[in-house]
């Protein structure tokens, strides 16, 4: 069986290529141009140059591959270029759905998130509820949503497509870094000593990458499948990122609007030196509506498991200081 991934240079595809390598089989990885292939150079994998914005290059990706994850997306909070986002996480999930039902893949996991679902506060919902993102102006989560409308309407045509939602990932091998590995970055290396009021969802990396592979095997198609671990107040949340680095935990709330002028500022800031924000407005108002979910619908139909989220925050602090980042 030969499988592609495209967005394996990414965090979570990085380390589905990983489970794939391990479990055999033939893999293929579709890399974009420039791409930073460090955490794929020592493995056992064939490469392809494609990119999302460029059906054509898919199209040749896809012959002959048996399986797809579709990882790839334009992951951030930050908006530089709006369009962007739905040129990729939009319009380019459609070309890749396109390209595979072309070359009769026989079944295709679509990497999503928890931001396509939506957020109620301190109770833990499922796949089922409303999404209600629109108006935070995040078009990274509003972008996923109209994403997992393709997939959903590819699945209808035949496709055999499954969408997973994962929740807020950390853990090894977050290179880049991610917007989440920044922020446990900035708390493990005691730069932020205030707190928001928020809720999140916390689950390590390879308990995703495994949840791909389960979803790949076992999962319904044109159905949604929530993989997450722990559900935290922002508070306890980074008071165990601090506990895993040494250092004590952030001991002052900081006020709804006083998070919201200073993301604005940091914003600013982010506009000249080009590095994502420390926190910005989107964020801040997603963590205000609040993330927390129950897996259970992964947990009973797919067989998905999540370790502790003290004990993934602790491997995503131990990879950052073993790299250097720390």
């Known amino acids: 069986m030969k499988t592609l991934v495209i967005g394996a240079t990414g965090f ?8 794939l390598v391990d479990e055999g089989g033939e893999v293929r990885i579709a890399v974009r141009s420039g791409s930073d292939t460090r955490g794929l150079d020592d493995l056992d994998v064939e ?3 494609a990119d ?9 990706a896809l012959r002959g591959c048996d399986r797809l994850f579709l990882t790839a997306a334009l992951f951030s909070h930050w908006a530089r270029d709006v369009d962007a986002f739905y040129e990729v996480n939009v319009t380019g999930t459609r070309h890749a759905l396109q390209a595979a039902l072309e070359a009769d893949v026989s079944k295709i996991v679509y990497t999503s998130t928890n931001n396509a679902i939506g957020a109620y506060g301190p109770t833990a919902v499922d796949e089922e509820v409303v ?4 108006n935070t102006g995040d078009h990274y989560s509003i972008s996923k949503y109209l994403g997992e409308v393709e997939a959903t309407r590819f699945a ?15 853990g090894p091998g977050d290179r880049r870094p991610t917007s989440s590995g920044q922020l446990v970055l900035e708390v493990a290396g005691g730069k932020l ?11 390590d990396v390879d308990d995703v990458a495994a949840g791909h592979l389960l979803a790949a095997e076992r999962g319904r198609v044109g159905e949604r499948y929530l993989l997450g671990g722990t559900n935290l107040t922002v508070k306890e949340y980074f008071g165990l990122i601090a506990e895993a680095a040494g250092r004590r935990p952030p001991r002052v709330r900081l006020p709804y ?9 940091f914003e600013a800031v982010s506009r000249f030196t080009k590095r994502h ?4 407005v989107s964020e801040v108002k997603i963590g205000r509506l609040g993330e927390w979910y129950n897996s259970d619908k992964a947990q009973r139909e797919l067989d998905f498991t999540a370790r502790p989220a003290a004990e993934a925050i602790q491997r995503s602090v131990t990879w950052f200081k073993d790299e250097g980042y720390l």
């Open 12 to 19: 979570i595809g990085s380390a589905i290529t990983r489970h």
């Open 47 to 49: 490469r392809v140059g």
């Open 52 to 60: 999302l914005r460029d059906i054509d290059s898919l199209r040749t």
């Open 131 to 134: 999404f209600n993102y629109w």
């Open 156 to 170: 209808a045509r035949g496709l055999a497509v499954v969408i997973v939602n994962p929740t807020l990932v950390v």
């Open 193 to 203: 000593p205030v707190y928001t009021q928020g809720w999140v969802n916390v689950v």
């Open 257 to 265: 609007r006083t998070a919201v002028a200073l993301a604005h500022g």
């Open 277 to 280: 924000p420390t926190a910005t």
